[in-house]
DNA sequence: AAATGTGAATTTCTTCACAGCC
DNA sequence: GGCTGTGAAGAAATTCACATTT
């Protein structure tokens, strides 16, 4: 009868479903602005904000659009205000502690990395399975034993995990996250993990990248070598 | 008009160019390969490399069909053979020498990282700006200045740059690498580079990544506006 | 005049479903 | 029977273009 919900009905600033697209999006246009609110400017344009992102400017209009209507026809969008919106559509209102499982070179380096803590994530445990490595320092973090993960999670009451340790004890240490109720998972390990529906997981794969790289970079290298047609 | 051109018309592995989406599946299917091939498995169906990259197999299907056809109906793939396939298709069978700006954390650990070597990528040369760091040995690489890094380039024939540094100086060193000759380029700096055309210029955001997570972590959260309540 | 917000058109990507081959 | 390869259908994302507002 009713229909769910129009767009109106929703409380401002309490944006339905967005697009997966449209939300990696809006974290590049969040750095932005941040950027911006720190040089003191105060408005923006879809087209400025499409140029520092790489996209057109009618893309940023359409994503930011699902926020609601936050921007000025004729004069654009409110820098500080904007933010605030996508920070909040986002969920970086809350609170994310995040524990770093795997302290070799790469969970080292993301212990340490700045970029973490400066956008409201926590790094609040780091752990590592070698003895070696456990009960040392490493930032102002001690690194735990992986064998206590699950006591570790709940005392420190993290609610995100990032793995980076090697692709053998991937699945097996994500499976304990998942039990110990950490439904948000960022895997650094080069292997495909299977979650349960509910959780969350991404991944990010630096070979991959590379791959993905040279793969162009070939096709620009011979742009003729063999090929019997010269262009288009 | 008339069609472009059939597919019959191009050299066998001679792939037309992929679709992006694509190409980054067929790292996908390139990981699970080799691991087959490492137990010595033979065969293998679009389903098994579904089930391992987390896709439907028909897409798996489609994918593999823009290389050519390469599986057997009845049987599926072979591994082998589709391995060297796939790995030609992505410009695999080149030689890649990677050069790597940043000896910071991160750049560090991506110099040791084992998973570069083994798939072809060799790190040939690693760069920093800290008179502290240049001179001293990172795994098998001894760092050099930065302020050589067009002589370093040269010298090492590198033909693909990480850029594994703050956000303040990539786009100077990145210049610099377009300038030098290096059209691949995988950063890691947390903000949007500006590139000409001609450049592949990709980007691993790390904060980005967690951001991602925490809007899917948030609205599973949030006490239900219109959703059941989390009990099964 | 300037720039947003948005339906419509377009392109790209995914899934379906089944013919064809082993 | 089992599994690939692929047109056709469907879904998602992007781009266009312009009415609308300041």
Redesign the pocket.
């Known amino acids: 009868m009713i229909p769910a919900q129009t767009p109106e009905d929703r409380p401002a600033g309490q944006a339905r479903q967005l ?4 939300v990696s999006r809006l974290t590049l246009y969040l750095r932005t602005l941040n950027a911006l609110l720190a040089d003191g400017v105060e408005n923006v ?3 400025a904000l499409a140029e520092s992102a790489g ?5 940023v ?2 994503d ?2 699902h926020l609601g ?9 409110d820098v500080a205000n904007l933010s605030r919106q996508i920070a909040q559509a986002l969920g970086l209102t809350h609170e994310w502690r995040v524990a770093i499982v795997g302290a070799g070179n790469l969970g080292r380096a993301l212990a340490r990395y700045a970029g973490f803590e400066s956008r409201g994530f926590d790094v609040v445990a780091l752990l590592d399975a070698d003895q070696m490595v456990i009960g040392t320092e490493i930032g102002w973090l001690r690194v735990s034993d992986v064998a206590n993960l699950e006591s570790v999670l709940e005392s420190t009451r993290a609610n995100m995990v990032v793995l980076a340790l090697p692709a053998q004890v991937a699945q097996s240490v994500c499976d304990r996250v998942v039990e110990a109720g950490v439904h948000s998972i960022l895997s650094f390990a080069p292997v495909a993990l299977s979650v349960p529906e509910h959780v969350n997981l991404r991944k990010v794969d630096m070979a991959t990248e590379l791959q993905i790289l040279a793969y162009h970079a070939q096709r620009l290298q011979e742009p003729g070598l063999e090929r019997d047609r010269p262009g288009a």
């Open positions: 697009p997966p697209a449209t344009s879809s087209d996209v057109g400017s009618a893309n209009r359409k930011l659009s209507s936050y921007g000025t026809r004729g004069v654009g969008y």
